[in-house]
């Protein structure tokens, strides 16, 4: 009898076959079960090697042995005419094909996901988000520490010239999801998914990193650390070079290990930076202003354990530049007066600036410190230079436009613009920042148009909801901007500036009166809010004391913040003149509202 057959009758071909399949099965499950235990790498490795020392063996046995009605028997031992391989074949048979059935579900199923179609993924190639770590600490306390890492990667990542890193707020927004990785990545606008998890006994860290592509969900690097605490901050710059380098950037890896380096080598003071990092975030998304003051709070501590940390003085610095600016709403949160705000802002800055890690981020902290002292044409020099080397900064595209308008530089606020609207399909905060201005430099229907379409991927945006109305007010579209102002409503509180400028557009003057009443009723400085509605009702006068209220020699940035205003008549203020003369600006006469209230009645 040839070998062939003799294999054939000892089932050695079906034995073979069904391990195959089997160690396949295995592989895949093991591949799926290491990362969520937080295993490490080798442990795949060795399951793989294991099974392939195996192969043979199992083979020799099935060579050898043959299963009779008494137990497994050597072969040789075996009568022919009492033998039953024939049978013992048939149940291989259906081993075999049980084995197949669970594979090509798997198969189907880790091809199409549980309840996700195939998603069609819009790319650049180049391109990535950070999702937030999960915490897998057995006390479930290391929530901060987990998020702050995965920002700190993500703030590295962003610094890298040629990578387009999604913004934190998009990429948080999927914290605790269940969507499939393709679906976020399609939402998100990016090529590559990173997530990861941390777990913390003691001191002792478990950090795992999976860096995954979009188009076919497959892992393109990871790795594993079992570290001390000690080492995080080691353990942030290697993942943050090791990820760049596998998304082939253009930079060697000493040069992005340069580059992303953290700012410091003190666990203390990184820790505490990460603390401050998370909170300022969740005060972002909450509206929680405590979480302001806290998160300014961990900077200070942060950069006075270590003097020469360049990040933490900048975060802390940027604290008291928005104390001095009246119209944002996360101002006010200190009893300073205007020379300490002034004060501490400065000391902030210049020690950040002294201790910048190269010449570039130098450069944008310059920029950063020449807005504050409303020193204009540097400030845009600076930035323009800047983002030359670091094209994908978000942060400095805002400030940049911010100078531009208080410049009166429409060309240049429209640059700006270009970045954002395309940044908008990937993250909502830069549609706002594109509709922001879009209404004035460019069109104010098709801005309409542009939040309207940005509102079907983030239809439960606050500040989309609240540009896109005003855009639709600017448009003459009163009838959708009153379906918009609907919606808002059913999830957020009452927006009075959104309700005005609808009561206004359909002739409701009392309505907006009632809403002016119940603005100046809250009490405290005055703000924005009561000057625009003032606008609205056509009360000059009482809308030009408002402004007044923060002029002073002290900090003129309070008062040079309504130059953003395209509405705002800076002509009653002789200092702004003189700042403008000064910089060269000639600024157009201010705009009139197209949705004015009538007069009311006598």
């Excluded at 937080?38 to 042995?65: D, G, H, N, Q, Y």
Aim: negative net charge; charged residues 25%; proline residues 5%.
């Amino acid at each position: 009898m040839s070998l062939f057959h003799e294999l054939k009758r000892r089932n050695v071909f079906r034995v073979a076959i069904a391990y195959l399949i089997s160690a396949w099965l295995l592989i895949q499950l093991a591949d799926i079960l290491i990362p969520m235990l937080t295993l490490p790498e080798w442990v795949s490795r060795l399951i793989l090697l294991l099974l392939l020392i195996l192969f043979i063996p199992t083979l020799i046995l099935a060579w050898a042995f043959e299963l009779t009605p008494e137990g497994l028997k050597r072969e040789k031992d075996v009568d022919r005419s009492q033998s039953i391989t024939r049978t013992t074949g048939r149940r291989l048979d259906f081993i075999i094909i049980g084995v197949l059935a669970v594979a090509v579900a798997w198969l189907s199923f880790d091809k199409v996901g549980t309840d996700t179609p195939p998603v069609e993924v819009v790319e650049i190639d180049k391109s990535i988000a950070v999702l937030p770590f999960a915490d897998l600490s057995r006390e479930q306390d290391q929530e901060w520490f987990a998020d702050g890492l995965a920002e700190e990667i993500l703030n590295a990542l962003s610094r890298t010239p040629d990578l387009l890193v999604a913004s934190r707020t998009s990429a948080f927004a999927y914290k605790g999801s269940d969507k499939d990785l393709r679906v976020i990545a399609a939402e998100l606008g990016v090529a590559h998914i990173l997530e990861g998890s941390v777990r913390r006994a003691g001191e002792r860290l478990r950090i795992t990193a999976q860096l995954i592509r979009a188009s076919d969900g497959f892992h393109v690097w990871s790795e594993n650390y079992d570290r001390d605490a000690s080492d995080v901050i080691d353990v942030q710059e290697d993942l943050a070079v090791k990820i760049a380098s596998a998304m082939e950037t253009t930079m060697d890896p000493e040069a992005l290990k340069d580059m992303l380096r953290v700012g410091t080598r003190s666990v203390d003071a990184y820790q505490a930076y990460l603390r401050g990092i998370t909170l300022y975030a969740r005060g972002v998304s909450s509206g929680e202003l405590a979480h302001f003051v806290s998160a300014y709070e961990m900077f200070e501590q942060a950069r006075h354990i270590d003097a020469g940390f360049s990040t933490a003085h900048h975060n802390a610095a940027l604290f008291w530049s928005t104390q001095s600016l009246p119209t944002l709403t996360d101002a006010g949160l200190t009893d300073a007066t205007a020379a300490e705000i002034k004060t501490n802002y400065l000391e902030r800055i210049h020690q950040a600036i002294d201790t910048a890690a190269n010449v570039i981020d130098r450069q944008g902290l310059e920029a950063q410190k020449a807005f504050f002292e409303l020193r204009l044409r540097r400030a845009l020099n600076l930035y323009k230079s800047y983002l030359e080397k670091r094209a994908y900064d978000f942060e400095a595209w805002t400030s940049f436009k911010f100078v531009a308008e208080y410049l009166s530089d429409d060309e240049s606020v429209l640059t700006a613009l270009e970045y954002f609207k395309l940044d908008g399909e990937r993250r909502a905060y830069a549609a706002v920042l594109y509709l922001s201005s879009a209404y004035r430099v460019i069109d104010a229907s098709k801005a309409a148009n542009y939040g309207l379409e940005a509102l079907q991927r983030w239809p439960d945006h606050n500040a989309l909801m609240y540009q896109t109305h005003r855009s639709l007010m600017w448009a003459k579209r009163p009838d959708e901007a009153a379906v918009l102002i609907r919606q808002h409503e059913e999830l957020f509180d009452p927006d009075p500036m959104m309700r005005a400028r609808q009561a206004c557009m359909e002739g409701r003057v009392q309505d907006v009166l009632d809403i002016l009443a119940t603005e100046r009723a809250r009490g405290g400085d005055p703000d924005n809010t009561i000057w625009l509605i003032l606008l609205l009702l056509d009360d000059r006068e009482g809308a030009e004391a408002i402004p007044r209220y923060y002029e002073s020699d002290e900090t003129p940035q309070a008062l040079a913040s309504w130059l953003g205003y395209h509405k705002f008549d800076q002509s009653p203020f002789p200092g702004l003149m003189a700042l403008l003369e000064r910089e060269n600006v000639e600024r157009p006469p201010p705009v009139e509202l197209p949705y004015t209230c009538p007069p009311p009645p006598p």
